[in-house]
């Protein structure tokens, strides 16, 4: 069946996946927005078996499921076993909240246009780890957040949304940090949200609508 026609919940709204690592508090934040923004969180998915949001998702009352990536004889080879458990759990979009793994070409492929990250810099500045030690260093006088689509390139997909923070004399990359994580709780499910309701369209490197 095509994407078109399935994946979408009783109440009519599109069913989508959370895929964490770690704490999970982008997930919670968008488990807690879902019913006010039209969409339904059916899944939260970890390959880390006790990654601390996993529990977060369960008492939230979401479904979860958890699978260690490693022994699986590559890396293609476990992403197809995560793209199965969200067939099986009929899932349209997928929201990536931390997750801590590079994502193979046929998955990045299946999930091209419906698949988000959030990560923690104002994009296409500092890809990759230690974004906030990495923007102070570079006396930058702003940081923040973006969201985007997600491609083959690492966190470089089409922007859908982003937010900046002043850079204090005195932050150090933990209250930068602190800093930032309030602002991608506050536009992931914006952002999610607009995805969902099919209002975001991709032109390029650009995301039109919003
Ligand atoms: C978030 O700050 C997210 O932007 C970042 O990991 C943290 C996960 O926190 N993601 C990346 O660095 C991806 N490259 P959370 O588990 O509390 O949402």
């Known amino acids: 069946m095509s994407p078109e026609r399935r994946a979408v919940s009783i109440a009519g709204r599109p069913r989508v996946a959370?895929?964490?690592?770690?704490?999970?508090?982008?997930m919670a934040a968008l488990i807690d927005a879902a019913p006010a923004l039209g969409y339904e969180v059916a899944l939260v998915f970890s390959n880390v078996v006790d990654a601390p949001g996993l529990a977060v998702a369960a008492a939230a009352g979401v479904a979860t499921a958890a699978l260690d990536h490693r022994g699986?004889?590559?890396?293609?080879?476990f992403d197809a076993k995560v793209d199965a458990i969200l067939a099986a759990h009929d899932i349209r979009y997928v929201a990536l909240a931390g997750y801590m793994r590079l994502l193979s070409d046929p998955f990045v492929a299946a999930w091209a246009g419906r698949m988000l990250n959030i990560h923690p810099s104002l994009l296409p500045?500092?890809?990759?780890?230690d974004t906030h030690a990495r923007a102070i260093?570079?006396?930058?006088?702003?940081?923040?957040c973006t969201v985007h689509f997600v491609t083959g390139e690492l966190d470089g997909g089409p922007i859908v949304a982003q937010a900046a923070v002043p850079v204090l004399e005195e932050d150090t990359a933990e209250t930068l940090a602190a800093r930032?994580?309030?602002e991608e709780h506050r536009i992931y499910p914006l952002a999610l949200a607009a995805l969902c309701a099919g209002r975001l369209r991709i032109a390029g490197?650009?995301?039109l609508g919003g």
């Open 18 to 26: 959370i895929l964490i690592s770690g704490r999970g508090s982008n």
């Open 205 to 207: 490197q650009r995301v």
């Open 125 to 129: 500045s500092f890809t990759g780890l």
């Open 180 to 182: 930032i994580l309030a």
């Open 72 to 77: 699986h004889g590559g890396r293609a080879a």
């Open 137 to 144: 260093a570079a006396g930058c006088r702003v940081a923040g």
